[in-house]
């Protein structure tokens, strides 16, 4: 669903480019008639979901999830593991909008509330919405 909406807004989607969430917003994407684009941890762009647009291989391992955020504008995590987490690190050093939708639980180090730059969202298209705004993109 986040896949198909923020395609249906004029946005390309860019992930890690391989299974579980990464291939559902490249599916939700394609659906929407938008874009892809798939930051592959290995050196095969073969190895890319089947839905990914433009699969470019990086031959970096984990280290492409620095890539994946610097070139983002905003981000939606879903769910996720260590992976999503180092993203969700990433994008709020950079400073650029984190919307999360059942992923980890960002707290300060001995903070009781959780990050105030995280935007909990509770459904696809109120993160898709924030994310947005929060970023100053306009759709189309």
Do not use: Q
Request: proline share 3%; hydrophobic share 50%.
């Amino acid at each position: 669903m986040v896949g198909w909406l923020v395609a249906r807004r004029g946005a390309v989607i860019v992930c890690g480019g391989l299974g579980g969430v990464m291939a559902a917003a490249a599916e939700g994407a394609a659906e929407a008639g938008g874009t892809s684009i798939g930051l592959l941890p290995g050196d095969d762009a073969e190895a890319a979901a089947d839905h990914v647009t433009v699969a470019l291989p990086t031959g970096l391992g984990e280290m492409r999830n620095g890539l994946i955020a610097k070139s983002c504008a905003g981000m939606i995590a879903i769910g996720g593991g260590y992976g999503t987490l180092s993203e969700i690190g990433f994008m709020l050093r950079l400073g650029r909008p984190v919307a999360a939708l059942g992923t980890w639980d960002v707290r300060a180090p001995g903070e009781i509330e959780r990050d105030a730059a995280v935007h909990w969202a509770t459904k696809a298209d109120e993160a898709v919405a924030w994310v947005f705004t929060a970023a100053g993109l306009t759709t189309s």
